[in-house]
């Protein structure tokens, strides 16, 4: 299986306050590749891309509980 439906499988079975959590943290590691790359340019630059969507699918589950 590919690797985003493993990340989609194991989101949903997590709960509100993990994914809260996981939200928190994949904000933050985001903002270090961020920053580094404005310092010097990162080996592979798509990871932040796909730190963004990964949030993204996060927040979406998270919003689609309540």
Do not use: C, W, Y
């Not at 079975?13 to 790359?37: N, T, V």
């Amino acid at each position: 299986m590919s690797k985003k439906v493993d990340f989609v499988k194991s989101i949903k079975e997590m709960s509100a306050d993990d994914l809260k959590a996981r939200i928190q943290e994949d904000e933050l590691r985001l903002k270090k590749l961020e920053f580094a790359h404005a310092i010097s340019p990162l080996e592979n630059p798509m990871s932040i891309r796909a730190l963004r969507r990964d949030i993204a699918r996060l927040k979406t589950v998270l919003g689609g509980r309540k």
